[in-house]
C-alpha cells in the first residue's frame, strides 16, 4: 500500500514513483495498491498538466497495479478519481488502508509512506489541502489504530528514524524501515524495491524489511 501524498515540492519526484512499481512487473503473491495526489504548482513550472501522469484532473486518485496496459507515464491502467482529498489526515489514510485490506485481502501488508518526514514534529504535507500543516504523529498512530496491524511501515522520507516514531506505531505495526537523516530526493528505488518483496512472497516480515533497507542502500552506492 502506497501513499503517496506529492500535493507539494516533491510533486516531480513522484511522477516516477508510479512508473517505478510498474517496471518491477507483476507477481499474483504480491499486490500493490497506490493512493497518489500532485501538486499543479509545482508541475507547473515543468510544463506539466495533469496529463504529464496520464491523469484527467490534479484529483487525488486510487490505482491497483495490474500490469496489463501500455506503459505511459503514470497509471498504465485505469485509476479512480476520488475527488481533492486531504493527505494529512487521519481519517484519509485510514480509508485508504481500508480500502486497500478490502480490495486486495492479503496474509501480510507493507504501507509506505511517501512524502517528507519532520521527526517528532509530523510527517506529510498536503499544500492544496492543509497549507504547511503535517499529520502529527499522534494522527498517524490514530490513522492506524482501527485497520489493523501491519507487518512493515516503510517511511519514505527524511528523519523518521526515531524513538518518538517507534513509539508512536509500537501497536499499530511490527516492523519499520526509516532513516535518521535526511534523504535523497528520489527516495526509494521502487523497481529493485518491488522486485525485493515479490522475491521474497513467503518470507517473514524481518527478513523483507532488511531486504528494502539493503534495495534502498544498493540504489545509492
Known sequence: MV???????????????IDELEAAGTNPEVQVLVQAEYNPTQLSLHGCTASCFNRPNFNTFRYRLTGAQPNVTGPNGSATDIGNRDMTSPAQLTEFVTWAKQTAPAERYILVLWNHGGGYTGLLQDETSAGSGLMSLGGLRTALAST???????FDMCLMGAYETLHGIRDVAKYAVFSEEVVPGAGNPYDTWLK????????????????LVDAFDASYQ
Not at 501513499?3 to 514513483?17: Q, T
Not at 489493523?148 to 516503510?154: N, V
Not at 525485493?196 to 531486504?211: C, I, L, N, Y
Open 3 to 17: 501513499y503517496m501524498a506529492a500535493d507539494n515540492d516533491r510533486a516531480l519526484s513522484g511522477l516516477f514513483v
Open 196 to 211: 525485493a518483496v515479490q522475491e521474497r512472497a513467503s518470507s517473514d516480515p524481518a527478513t523483507v524489511a532488511a531486504a
Open 148 to 154: 489493523g496491524t501491519l507487518d512493515i511501515i516503510d
